[in-house]
Nanobody, 115 residues
Framework: QVQLVESGGGLVQAGGSLRLSCAAS????????MGWYRQAPGKQRELVAH???????NYVDSVKGRFTISRDNAKNTMYLQMQSLKPGDTAVYYC?????????WGQGTQVTVSL
């Protein structure tokens, strides 16, 4: 059974930085999709960044140039480096892994950006 555990969220002032981690455990085979999502209060969950099968990195327009997604295969961990944070980035951030065995989500980590 695949499990995803996120960490790294917290409270930061506007302009600050945070790095989120998503550690995966369990049998992981044939990854179709891996990415970071976020859900702000009263809004739908949105895709923030993801890594394609070919290794390309894609971002939603609102975070381009500020967020960087990466992964360490040796550690089975995915990261989201967030810089120049804005109050509009406040949300619960989730990692997601889609493989041939299923669709897996982490428990979420809260990111709060204050003025």
């Amino acid at each position: 059974q695949v499990q995803l555990v996120e960490s790294g969220g917290g409270l930061v002032q506007a302009g600050g930085s945070l790095r989120l981690s998503c550690a995966a455990s369990g049998g992981i085979f044939s990854i179709d999709h891996m990415g970071w999502y976020r859900q702000a209060p009263g809004k739908q969950r949105e895709l923030v960044a993801h890594i394609t099968n070919g290794g390309s990195l894609n971002y939603v327009d609102s975070v381009k140039g500020r967020f960087t997604i990466s992964r360490d295969n040796a550690k089975n961990t995915m990261y989201l480096q967030m810089q120049s944070l804005k109050p509009g980035d406040t949300a619960v951030y989730y990692c997601r892994l889609l493989t041939i065995t299923g669709n897996y989500w982490g428990q979420g980590t809260q990111v709060t950006v204050s003025l």
